[in-house]
């Protein structure tokens, strides 16, 4: 009940959300699961999210921002219900009918404030902690029954669709696995089945995803670099959460205590000790390993957001635990410090405020890390106090963007409006536009949520930072900053690819560059990037797709024009 009454009092809408909300609505229309019309790239990370999505508003009477929101907060309860359950079903084998039983790791998790703001925000969390939680639950269920008999295979079913909520749920699903498989026997025919049927849906989607949008991975995750390092961002991701709440203290300590108390109870009957043993190491390495990778990769520029699952699964074991004896000190420090967390504990950009002037909404963002407290800052966006709907963002410059962009488009005469720092009043004249694009016009932009939501949707909305746009997300990171944010796309390179040579350049752009981007544009994997998202979708365009996948996957080119024709260009 907690999660549920602090979640509904966190509810929100991010701007990332209404990148899911614009693929919903185009692929209502059908157009496909794009971004933007006849431009083949996966803007989104979760497409189950986006079919769920896409699903419920097509029967529901509300708006899609709604049904997003209740969404999420409903499985985030649902979701930690079924590890309560999962964690009960363990415990309750080896406790007297005297011992109390305490939701220790349920209360460490559900007192984070971001785990309250997360259970909304129109983004995938919510789905994510129903999945961990349900497959918790199958997984200790299976375990708590006799050693060697087979699971049913509800659980590879539903660990298949762990890749499609986030792709870094790949790891969750591999170690989950392997938990299922120890517990399973050793019916060789019996464990092939089991990994059949776990691998083949993201299989199924991977073929799809490479021959539908001729890449490996979605975009964003080339725009972010997911496959690349980035520690040092990273470590401070961690320490903004563990730091923040004293984490580093707290869940140690009662997975110490709590844990180590439980472990003592599995004892008898032995038959179940090592069952029940192992289902907690897999929580625990997969909870270790998925928060492994988020350090690895730079973490997100969301306070706590992408450590929540791996939080969630190292308390998964303790989630309730047996009370007795001196363990209700111990149990009485945990609720204490929850208060301290819910009432006390913040993040210092929480609070910060310019110099001479009211809280202003980039001030909730950290200089040094560049990690925001991101619901502060779009309530702050808004001035209102639970911003789901669109209309809650109706006087925010990037909607009143949107607005004018959907003003000035026209279907008879599309043009190229430049918007470099995203405000509503765009940076140039429009520019004109190659005479085969077809559609209302083609913007440039910043953030690239609310604006693509309100403008029209066969106008094209192109971001600078690459989540939806190709030529952005492969060039190659030249710095090391705020995660999903790094590369950002000289105006030459839009300007080089939207618009005929006999362009009259803006202010402030080299003709140099943009003939150099001209000129790039044909050598090299550029011609097949560009192919493999806006060529007709042909059964040979599909496997040609598959083929040049791997090809693109990697290709990077250098941001500068001139060289990028030196290094591409014979």
């Not at 079913?157 to 986030?166: A, F, N, Q």
């Not at 990273?234 to 180590?260: E, K, N």
């Not at 699952?309 to 009370?323: D, N, Q």
């Not at 911003?387 to 005469?413: F, M, N, T």
Request: charged share 15%; proline share 7%.
């Amino acid at each position: 009940m907690l999660i549920l009454w602090m979640g509904w009092q966190h509810r929100w809408t991010a701007d990332d959300a209404f990148i899911n909300f614009r693929i919903v609505k185009q692929l209502e229309n059908g157009h496909g699961l794009v971004f933007n019309i006849g431009d083949r790239v996966e803007a989104g990370t979760s497409p189950l999210w986006i079919f769920i999505l896409a699903t419920l508003d097509k029967f529901l009477p509300i708006t899609l921002e709604w049904i997003a929101a209740i969404v999420a907060l409903g499985s985030t309860v649902l979701g930690l219900r079924a590890a309560i359950a999962g964690t009960q079903q363990l415990v309750g084998r080896t406790m007297s009918t005297t011992t109390w039983t305490l939701p220790i790791g349920a209360l460490i998790y559900v007192a984070l404030p971001p785990a309250w703001d997360f259970a909304t925000s129109g983004l995938e969390s919510g789905l994510s902690v129903l999945w961990i939680g349900c497959s918790w639950y199958l997984l200790a269920r299976h375990a708590s029954r006799d050693a060697g008999r087979p699971p049913t295979y509800l659980l590879p079913v539903l660990l298949s669709l762990g890749p499609l909520i986030r792709p870094d749920f790949a790891v969750i699903t591999i170690v989950f696995l392997a938990g299922v498989l120890t517990l399973s026997g050793r019916d060789r025919s019996r464990l092939l089945r089991l990994g059949i049927v776990t691998f083949i849906v993201p299989v199924v989607y991977e073929v799809f995803r490479a021959g539908y949008f001729g890449n490996l991975v979605p975009n964003t995750a080339i725009a972010k670099e997911g496959s690349s390092a980035s520690w040092h961002q990273g470590w401070l991701y961690l320490c903004d959460l563990i730091g923040t709440y004293r984490l580093f203290l707290v869940v140690p300590a009662a997975l110490l205590v709590f844990g180590w108390n439980a472990l003592r109870r599995y004892r008898r009957p032995q038959r179940h000790i090592s069952a029940t043993h192992r289902a907690a190491i897999t929580c625990l390495v997969a909870g270790l390993l998925h928060g492994l990778l988020i350090v690895r990769v730079g973490g997100d520029f969301m306070h706590g957001r992408l450590l929540l699952p791996s939080l969630l699964l190292l308390l998964l074991p303790i989630f309730v635990a047996p009370v007795r004896d001196v363990l209700w000190v111990a149990a009485t420090a945990v609720c204490a410090w929850a208060a301290l967390c819910a009432g006390t504990f913040h993040t210092p950009y929480s609070t910060a405020a310019s110099a001479g002037g009211p809280p202003q909404p980039f001030d909730a963002i950290d200089p040094t890390s560049h990690i925001a407290d991101e619901r502060l800052v779009y309530l702050r966006m808004s001035g209102a106090r639970h911003p789901v709907a669109l209309s809650s963002y109706r006087e925010h410059i990037w909607v009143q963007g949107g607005r004018y962009l959907s003003g000035i488009a026209s279907a008879d005469k599309p043009h190229l409006y430049l918007d470099g720092a995203s405000r509503a009043r765009l940076a140039s004249p429009p520019l004109p536009l190659r005479a085969e694009y077809r559609g209302n016009g083609v913007a440039y932009v910043g953030a690239m949520g609310l604006i693509s939501y309100v403008a029209q949707r066969d106008m094209r909305i192109v971001d600078r930072f690459g989540l939806s746009e190709p030529l952005s997300s492969h060039q190659r990171r030249l710095v090391l900053g705020r995660p999903g944010h790094e590369k950002d796309l000289p105006v030459a390179w839009i300007i080089a690819a939207y618009t005929p040579p006999d362009t009259a350049l803006p202010k402030g752009v080299r003709e140099e560059d943009v003939r150099a981007a001209r000129h790039a544009l044909t050598c090299g994997s550029f011609p097949e990037l560009i192919n493999a998202a806006q060529r007709p979708l042909t059964v040979g365009r599909f496997f040609s797709n598959i083929g040049h996948s791997f090809t693109l996957y990697g290709f990077r080119f250098p941001t500068d024009p001139i060289a990028a024709e030196r290094g591409l260009c014979p």
